[in-house]
């Protein structure tokens, strides 16, 4: 079973400062997901990465295959990015399965 | 498009009832999974689908069943609740049969107690 690892758990910051969320696993994978969990519940993805980098906006994510390691960097954070950034892969092999999640990442923007 | 819908968003049952969370998708998507969400955990897949008459189990599997009649619904039935089953379900849909190898579009989540 894969294990996924986030850090850090919590991390409050001022408005503007450049965040860096970064995830673990302990298993090769053939995909990882970043997902963003609104106060409200709600869940939506934000990047689908198998190898590299990806950007939308000011959301970076990058992924090391070779280090198990995938970072999500937020630039100019503003206070709506304020919510649970949670990893999420698909471990390499077997059938279709589902992803293995990380307990996530509760971020806070203060302004 | 509609996206991903779950019915009810919150749920009251008793030990022993059952019921069923609906989830619809309107997007021809072929894979389609349950979670569930516990405080301190991160979500756990409990059943999945890659396409209509076809289901299987995930990490947590006990206590639910599901079915997949057409590709637009995915049912999740808990067929005698427990207290260990209060939890914050959500459903998953992604396109293809490698549906994980795409963006995944979750619903709403629907909050369930059981007393």
């Known amino acids: 079973k894969n294990e996924v690892e986030q850090s850090p758990q919590n991390l409050t910051a001022q408005e503007g400062e450049f965040i860096t969320i970064n995830c673990s696993y302990s298993?090769?994978?053939?995909?990882l997901h970043w997902l963003q969990q609104h106060p409200g519940g709600g869940i939506v993805s934000l990047f689908m990465l198998s190898s590299g980098k990806k950007k939308h906006g000011r959301l970076i994510a990058t992924i090391n295959i070779q280090e198990k390691h995938s970072s999500l960097h937020i630039t100019a954070s503003h206070p709506r990015d304020s919510a649970v950034y949670i990893c999420a892969v698909r471990t390499s092999g077997g059938g279709a399965d589902g992803l293995t999640f990380g307990k996530g990442t509760h971020l806070i923007i203060q302004p | 498009n509609a996206g991903v819908t779950q019915t009810p968003k919150f749920q009251v049952l008793k030990t022993g009832q059952s019921m069923t969370l609906q989830c619809a998708q309107d997007?021809?998507?072929?894979?389609m999974s349950w979670y569930r969400q516990d405080p301190g955990m991160g979500l756990r897949l409990i059943h999945y689908?890659?396409?209509?008459?076809?289901?299987d189990q995930g990490e947590v599997p006990n206590g639910y069943n599901v079915s997949r009649s057409t590709t637009e619904d995915f049912p999740l039935r808990l067929l005698s609740a427990a207290p260990s089953q209060t939890s914050v379900y959500f459903c998953?849909?992604?396109?293809?049969?490698?549906?994980?190898?795409?963006?995944?579009?979750f619903g709403p989540g629907t909050r369930l107690t059981v007393l």
């Open positions: 997007m021809n998507h072929e894979y």
């Open positions: 298993v090769g994978i053939s995909a």
């Open positions: 689908s890659v396409g209509a008459g076809i289901t």
């Open positions: 998953a849909s992604g396109e293809g049969l490698a549906g994980l190898y795409n963006e995944q579009f």
